[in-house]
C-alpha cells in the first residue's frame, strides 16, 4: 500500500507494520473454503468495561451465523473436536469472520481453537500494555497462521498455541454499552469493539484501506 503519511503518524514503524500485516491477513481469510458441515462452537466472555455478555448474544439473532455456529455456555465448548472461538458480549461475528475456524485444521488433522482479537486485545490492556505496543504484540502473536493463510492450511502443530488469534475483525453489537456510545458507526473494527484511544481512528483507517487493497489483489 502506498501511504504517504510518516510513520510517526501511527506511532511507530512497528505499530504501522503490524496494522497493514494484519489487514493483509484478513484479506487472505476471504479466500479461505469453508469445510463442508462443519459447526463452530461460540463461548461468549462477558465483557469487563462494558458489561455485555452471553445474554446479550442469545437475544440478537444477527450476532452470530446461527447456520454455521452455535452458542454455547461459557466453558461448555472445552475438550471437544469441533472447532471453537470465544467471542466478547459486545461484539458481532459474520460468517466471514469465522472462516478461519470453518476451514483450517491442524496438521495432524485437529480441529482449532481460537479467541477473537477483541478477547486478547482485553487481555492484553488487563496487564498493563499501551495501545502501541499491544497492536505489535497482537501481530507477532498472529505470524503462526501467515503460511496456512497463504496456502489454505493446515496449520503446523509444532507452531501453535494453545488458542490461535482470530484474524478477523469483528463489529460492535448495537445493543451494547460500546455500540449505544458508537451510534451512527457502521462496519468492522479491527481489533476492538471498544476504542484504540487517540490514534484509533488513524489506525482504523490505515488498516481498511490496505485490507481493501489486498482484498482487490486476492480475490
Known amino acids: ?24 491477513r ?17 463461548t461468549v466472555m462477558p465483557c ?3 458489561g455485555a455478555d452471553e445474554s446479550l448474544i442469545r437475544a440478537s439473532p444477527m450476532a452470530l451465523p446461527s447456520d454455521v455456529a452455535q452458542l454455547v ?15 466478547l458480549g459486545c461484539e458481532m461475528l459474520v460468517r466471514r469472520a469465522l472462516l478461519p475456524a470453518l476451514a483450517l485444521r491442524d496438521s495432524r488433522g485437529d480441529a482449532l481453537t481460537f479467541r477473537t482479537r477483541g478477547v486478547a486485545w482485553a ?18 502473536e498472529e505470524a503462526c497462521l501467515d503460511e496456512a493463510l497463504a496456502l489454505g492450511g493446515p496449520v503446523s502443530h509444532t507452531v501453535l498455541p494453545r ?31 471498544h476504542g484504540l484511544g ?4 488513524l489506525w482504523e483507517q490505515l488498516y481498511r484501506s490496505c485490507l481493501l487493497e489486498a482484498v482487490a489483489v486476492a480475490v
Request: charged content about 20%.
Open 123 to 140: 487481555a492484553r490492556l488487563d496487564n498493563g500494555r499501551d495501545p502501541g505496543s499491544a497492536i505489535a504484540e497482537a501481530d507477532r
Open 73 to 87: 455456555p461459557w466453558e461448555g465448548g472445552r475438550g471437544t473436536d469441533e472447532a471453537q472461538v470465544t467471542m
Open 163 to 193: 488458542v490461535l488469534p482470530l484474524p478477523c475483525g469483528t463489529r460492535p453489537h448495537p445493543e451494547s454499552g460500546q455500540g449505544r456510545a458508537a451510534a451512527g458507526v457502521t462496519g468492522t473494527r479491527f481489533l476492538s469493539p
Open 1 to 24: 500500500m502506498s501511504d504517504p503519511s510518516p510513520a510517526s503518524v501511527y506511532g511507530s514503524a512497528e505499530v504501522r507494520g503490524a496494522v497493514v500485516r494484519m489487514a493483509r
Open 26 to 42: 484478513e484479506a487472505a481469510v476471504h479466500t479461505l473454503a469453508a469445510r463442508y458441515g462443519v459447526t463452530v462452537l461460540v
Open 48 to 50: 469487563d468495561p462494558c
Open 198 to 201: 487517540p490514534q484509533g481512528p
